[in-house]
């Protein structure tokens, strides 16, 4: 689960540790900056289970997994960059991530379908006439 709090780490400026969600655009679709992230969290908490048994190892720290972050974040960087397909293959991953992580937050689905117009000819000769009638009792 995603939470909702103020994270992104693709918005750091550089030599921050602090972050801050500025907008729906930060996560949509999720970041490979997000998902190198959590990759990063997922090796922490796979470490600490390598014998089987849970053991407490070292705290989950930015000096401590630096390192192992910018692997994978550069892993993403290489998948994106290593063909056309593959990079629309990270991209249509990135959207699905942002997809489940909103649903499973209780947020609804964007539903956006350029296709379809917004609205349709009625709702606009309503929408107009509605305007017609507001500037005429204006005066």
Known sequence: ??????????RVPEGSRRTSL??????????????ALVFTAVEYAVYQWT???H???????????????????????VWCTYSERSGHALARHQQRLHDHG???AGFPKIV???R????NAAKF??????????EHSDS
């Not at 053991?55 to 960087?77: P, Q």
């Not at 000769?125 to 507001?134: I, S």
């Open 112 to 114: 956006t379908n350029p």
């Open 125 to 134: 000769a309503h929408a107009t006439q509605a305007l017609d009638d507001d």
């Open 102 to 104: 909103r649903a499973h």
């Open 116 to 119: 379809k117009p917004a609205f």
């Open 51 to 53: 014998s089987g048994i």
């Open 55 to 77: 053991v407490k190892g070292s705290n989950f720290t930015e000096v401590k997994y630096a390192e192992v972050y910018r692997r994978h974040l550069s892993g993403l960087e």
């Open 22 to 35: 500025r907008s729906r655009a930060s996560f949509h679709p999720i970041p490979e900056a997000t998902i």
């Open 1 to 10: 689960m995603i939470p909702r709090t103020n994270l992104s780490p693709s």
